[in-house]
Structure formats: C-alpha cells, structure tokens
C-alpha cells in the first residue's frame, strides 16, 4: 500500500485550511497513494480556548467530517483525518478526535485523545486538559490488509497505548500531532522510531511546521518509519507530503525474524 504523510502549517482561517488540506489530499492521491493522513487540528491552529469552544462542531453535524468523507470518496483514498474539534457533554469542554474513513467516504472509527498535554517548557507552558475533554479508549480500525492504530500527538510518549495496538495485531500505528519546537527537536523522531521498533509496526506521523497565531511554533519532520525502525521518508520544514510504500511481506519478515512480540511476558 502506497501512503501518505500531510504536513501543513495551518491557521485560524477554517474555509482555507480546507482548502489547503484537500491541495495536498488530491497531490497524494496523484502520487498514487491509498491512504493519506492530515496532522492534528489541521482545521484550525492558534487562537485561544475560546476561540477553539467556537469552533467546535458537533460531530453529527460537522461540516469538517462531512468534508473528510466527500474528500475519500472523491478521491477513492482512505483519510485518517488528523484531528478536528467537537463539542462534548461538557459545555466548557470539546474532543480532540480523529476520524478515519474508507475509500468509499464511509467512517471507519472516530478517536478522541486520550492523554492531555499539560506541560511547563520554562519559556512555554500548556494546559491542555483546561479545554479538551480526555478519551477513554483506543481505536482501532481496518484498511485491506492493514489494521492501523488510531494516536494524536502527546499520546506518542506513552508506550502502553502502542502496546495495546500491537496486542490488537496492528501493523500501522498514526500518529497525528502539532509538536512543538523544542519537544520537537529533541524528541520527536526519536519517539516514533521506538513505537515502530517495540511494535515492529510502520508508523506514519503527520504533523505541523511554522508559526501560528497566538506565537505557537511546530517542528515539521513528518515522516513514515518501517517496523525496522528506519525512516523511509520525512518532510522537516514547509508544507507537502512525504510518500513511501508499505509491505506486508516486510513486516511479517520483521516479525518473523525478530519475534519479540512473541515473547512478552508482561501483557
């Protein structure tokens, strides 16, 4: 299976980061991809709380899911959506979800992120969990072959999610994020290329690069990692795609070669 990793630098203008995301969804699917995946929050970056409440849309209304699933069909592409804001039963509170859709533009599974990034940088600070109301569990979902893990951005440092992936006999884990600069720069390749590692699964990492309103700065470097751990493409700066193919055979050699997940002893 040919993919795709989406990497933009979106603002608070929804009408236009639409407009971006299906530029760069029709130049995956003319390099021949089947499943490409936007990063997190690619309908509206920057802003404050209130601004994010504002934008918020419910999920049996939202026109971004809706334009997700005309976008699949549209294409015949598979679309794991990054991530878009919706309302929750909370009305200070919205879901940070990502929805995945098949060829056909049906939804195939909708996760909400589970782990909240509430952090203190010393020169910048976040409290995510202020806002976003937690997701409760894992969601995985089916494409051909491949069964892919559903993951957005501060979830990617915690282990024991990718494990219950793995435990799920996924092969693909998507992680779609907005990582800042500095945890960018130290952290983030590293972190992707253990999840692919321990797993013996490819990951695919969309995220965020640039400057957005409200002075929050993204690192870019979205890229695909094979389950041997080596990075078969990556964007570091700009808006585009980074494409590689996926083998089912390879996977299967990794995992035959190397059968760690086979000798767990902690479940």
């Known amino acids: 299976m040919r993919v795709s990793c989406i990497q933009m630098s979106s603002g608070t203008d929804v009408s236009a980061n639409l407009e971006q995301a299906e530029r760069w969804l029709t130049a995956a699917r003319e390099a021949g991809s089947t499943l490409a995946v936007l990063p997190e929050n690619f309908p509206f970056m920057g802003g404050d709380d209130a601004d994010k409440l504002a934008v918020a849309e419910a999920e049996e209304q939202s026109h971004v899911l809706a334009f997700l699933s005309d976008q699949a069909a549209r294409l015949g ?21 990502c929805a995945a859709f098949d060829r056909q533009g049906k939804r195939l ?44 951005c501060y979830d990617v440092r915690f282990p024991e999610l990718y494990r219950c992936y793995a435990g799920q006999d996924c092969n693909i884990l998507a992680v779609v994020a907005a990582f ?9 390749q ?3 290329r253990a999840r692919a590692i321990e797993n013996q699964s490819y990951v695919l990492a969309s995220t965020h690069w640039g400057e957005h309103p409200g002075g929050r700065r993204t690192w870019g470097h979205s890229m695909i990692i094979d389950p041997w751990g080596e990075v078969l493409g990556v964007l570091e700066e700009g808006e585009g795609i980074v494409t ?12 035959s070669q190397l059968p760690v997940l086979k000798h767990r002893v902690l479940m």
Do not use: C
């Not at 590689?244 to 995992?255: F, G, K």
């Open 77 to 97: 592409m598979a679309i794991i959506g990054g991530s878009t804001a919706l309302t929750s039963e909370r009305a200070d509170r919205i879901r940070n979800s």
């Open 109 to 152: 599974g909708l996760y909400d992120k589970m782990h909240l990034f509430d952090v203190d940088l010393g020169h910048e600070s976040y409290r995510e969990s202020a806002l976003v109301q937690a997701g409760k569990a894992p969601v995985a979902i089916q494409i051909e072959d491949w069964k892919i893990g559903l993951s957005i």
């Open 180 to 188: 800042t600069v500095p945890t960018g720069r130290a952290h983030w």
């Open 190 to 192: 590293t972190l992707l």
């Open 244 to 255: 590689a193919d996926l083998s089912i055979r390879e996977l299967e050699s990794v995992r």
